[in-house]
């Protein structure tokens, strides 16, 4: 059973960091790609970055040039560093997979991030 797990959201103030961390379960993790998505209310939920298991990174939107992207295959974790967060920032962040092959994809429950200005 695939399961993914987020952690390391909380509240912080405009200008602060922030890593996010998400384990996933199921051994999927090798031959996926991983990539991490916000939502806010009200709004479609979009794409932040993503990683595939050979290390290519894409950074979408305001995320370019202030958060970076990693994954550790070795623990089956990808993680999300986010600097100069903003009060924009705030939302809610969730984990994605998606297997090269069949291209199932894999939600974690998500975890709120909240920036104060």
């Known amino acids: 059973q695939v399961q993914l797990a987020e952690s390391g959201g909380g509240l912080v103030q405009a200008g602060g960091s922030l890593r996010l961390s998400c384990v996933v379960s199921?051994?999927?993790?090798?031959?996926?790609?991983m990539a991490w998505y916000r939502q806010v209310p009200g709004k479609q939920r979009e794409l932040v970055a993503k990683?595939?298991?050979?290390?290519?990174?894409n950074y979408f939107g305001s995320a370019k040039g202030r958060f970076s992207i990693s994954r550790d295959n070795a623990k089956d974790t990808v993680y999300l560093q986010m600097n100069s967060l903003q009060p924009e920032d705030t939302a809610v962040y969730y984990c994605?997979?998606?297997?090269?092959?069949?291209?199932?994809?894999?939600w974690g429950q998500g975890t709120q991030v909240t920036v104060s200005s």
């Open positions: 994605n997979a998606v297997r090269w092959i069949g291209g199932n994809s894999y």
């Open positions: 199921g051994s999927i993790f090798s031959r996926s790609v």
């Open positions: 990683i595939t298991s050979g290390g290519s990174i």
